[in-house]
T-cell receptor, first 114, second 116 residues
Framework: DAGITQSPRYKITETGRQVTLMCHQT?????MFWYRQDLGHGLRLIYY???????DKGEVPDGYVVSRSKTENFPLTLESATRSQTSVYFC?????????????FGPGTRLTVL | AQKVTQAQTEISVVEKEDVTLDCVYE???????LFWYKQPPSGELVFLIR??????QNEISGRYSWNFQKSTSSFNFTITASQVVDSAVYFC?????????????FGPGTRLSVLP
């Protein structure tokens, strides 16, 4: 199916473990984004990518690592998960980072760190 | 600095009532874009509308309408004859250009409950 998908949809892990959240889009959009959604904070940008092999930090990048070896994939890795990283994670994509380009979101991954 | 304020944390209405969700933004740019997204209970974020700062015409799409007023920095969203399926969290977002490209900021959201 065309669009933007995320996997897994739900993940429970333990403090200190490494976990990777996957994001895949079929639109060939140049830009991809990772947000986390927390009560009281709304949506906050973690990292974004302008193209393959080009990534940059957002508002809350600490504790996260991203890569983008292929245009369609943008995985987010928590190298050593902490309880404060319990959140809902959304991946998004847009055609460009030009002003006004709409970001389209994936279904989200609910991550719980015990 | 930019900021998006949605002062209404939660709103409850009875089906068929009209409801307006408020969005107030702050920006120093003259060129910017405003968005509304809907997040139903299933959790996905659904794009509803995009409006640029040079277009102050109100927009209507079925039961949805948007009122953009630059003079008050507001971009309010009205649902006419609300339905239970409208129950969701609604986010307003602001996009403006900086040296690195688009800077996208979401408001905290308004939770709308439409009761049968």
């Amino acid at each position: 199916d065309a669009g933007i998908t995320q996997s897994p949809r739900y993940k429970i892990t333990e403090t200190g473990r490494q976990v990777t959240l996957m994001c895949h889009q079929t639109w060939s959009h140049s830009y991809m984004f990772w947000y986390r959604q927390d009560l009281g904070h709304g949506l906050r940008l973690i990292y974004y990518s302008a193209a393959a092999d080009i990534t940059d930090k957002g508002e809350v990048p600490d504790g996260y690592v991203v890569s983008r070896s292929k245009t369609e994939n943008f995985p987010l890795t928590l190298e050593s998960a902490t309880r404060s990283q319990t959140s809902v994670y959304f991946c998004a994509s847009s055609e460009s980072k030009g002003n006004g380009d709409t970001q389209y979101f994936g279904p989200g991954t609910r991550l719980t760190v015990l | 600095a930019q900021k998006v304020t949605q002062a209404q944390t939660e709103i409850s209405v009875v089906e068929k009532e009209d409801v307006t969700l408020d969005c107030v933004y702050e920006t120093r740019d003259t060129t910017y874009y405003l968005f509304w997204y809907k997040q139903p209970p299933s959790g996905e974020l659904v794009f509803l509308i995009r409006r640029n700062s040079f277009d102050e015409q109100n927009e209507i799409s079925g039961r949805y309408s948007w009122n953009f007023q630059k003079s008050t920095s507001s971009f309010n969203f009205t649902i006419t004859a609300s339905q239970v399926v409208d129950s969701a969290v609604y986010f307003c977002a602001l996009s403006e250009w900086d040296n690195y490209g688009q800077n996208f900021v979401f408001g905290p959201g308004t939770r709308l409950s439409v009761l049968p």
